[in-house]
C-alpha cells in the first residue's frame, strides 16, 4: 500500500509543478524538471534529515520515472488544447491530493526509522510540503508554505491523526487513509472558502506607513 501511495503521490504533484511550470510558460524540459523536483523533493528533503543515504529515488527508480511520465503527459495535454482557468485550477487540487498523500508517507518512513512522535510529525509536514516549497520557488512564486492559505495546517493535523491512529490500535494501512484524509479535507475546504490562520499583517503595513 505504502508503494502505491507514493506513485500516486509523485504522480499528482508531478502533474502539479508541471501545470505550475507551463503557467510560466517554461519549455518542455523546464516543465518535466519542474515535475521531478516537485515530486520527489518533499521526500528527499526527508530522506537527508533522517540519514537515509542514498536517498529513496535512487535506489528506488520507479518515482523518478513517473515524474517523468506525467510531466511529459501533462506537457503534451497542456499543448494539445488552449490553456485556462479550469486546467491551471487543477493545480491546487493536485497538490491537495499530494500534500496529503505525502504526509502520511512522510510520518510513516520516519516511524520506521525509530523516530519519536514530534520527529515523525515534522518529517511528515516536510515530505507533503517540501516539494511544494520547492516547485513554487522553482516558478518564481511565493510558496504556499509561507502565504497565509492553510496548507502546513492541514499537513501537520492529518500527521497528528495519523499517528493517533496507530496508538490506538488501527491498522497502519487504515490510519494512513485517515490521516491523508483529514489533511486532504482541511486543504480541500481552504482553497473551497478561502480560509485562513489570522495573522498580524495590519500591525506591518501600519508600522510600514509610520516609517
Not at 502505491?4 to 503557467?23: D, E
Not at 497528528?160 to 487513509?177: E, F, Q
Amino acid at each position: 500500500m505504502v508503494s502505491y501511495l507514493n506513485l500516486i503521490g509523485v504522480a499528482v504533484f508531478a502533474i502539479g509543478g508541471a501545470l505550475a511550470a507551463a503557467r510560466k510558460g517554461m519549455d518542455l524540459f523546464g516543465v518535466v524538471v519542474a515535475a521531478v523536483l516537485t515530486a520527489i523533493g518533499g521526500g528527499t528533503l526527508r530522506d537527508l534529515c533522517l540519514g537515509v543515504h542514498p536517498v529513496n529515488w535512487v535506489t528506488d527508480s520507479s518515482g523518478l520515472i513517473t515524474a517523468v511520465f506525467f510531466g511529459v503527459l501533462t506537457f503534451v495535454f497542456l499543448r494539445l488544447r488552449q490553456p485556462n482557468e479550469i486546467s491551471f485550477n487543477v493545480l491546487n487540487v493536485a497538490d491537495a491530493f499530494g500534500l496529503a498523500i505525502f504526509t502520511v508517507l512522510g510520518c510513516n518512513v520516519a516511524m520506521m526509522h525509530g523516530t519519536n512522535s514530534l520527529v515523525a510529525v515534522t518529517m511528515g509536514v516536510l515530505t507533503g510540503s517540501g516539494g511544494g516549497i520547492i516547485r513554487d520557488a522553482f516558478s518564481g512564486e511565493i510558496p504556499l508554505f509561507f502565504r497565509r492559505e492553510i496548507y502546513a495546517t492541514a499537513s501537520l493535523f492529518g500527521g497528528v491523526c495519523y499517528l493517533i491512529l496507530l496508538a490506538w490500535g488501527i491498522p497502519d494501512g487504515s490510519a494512513m487513509i485517515g490521516g491523508a484524509g483529514v489533511t486532504l479535507c482541511m486543504r480541500l475546504a481552504a482553497i473551497h472558502w478561502g480560509l485562513a490562520l489570522p495573522n498580524l499583517a495590519r500591525y506591518a503595513e501600519g508600522s510600514g506607513n509610520q516609517g
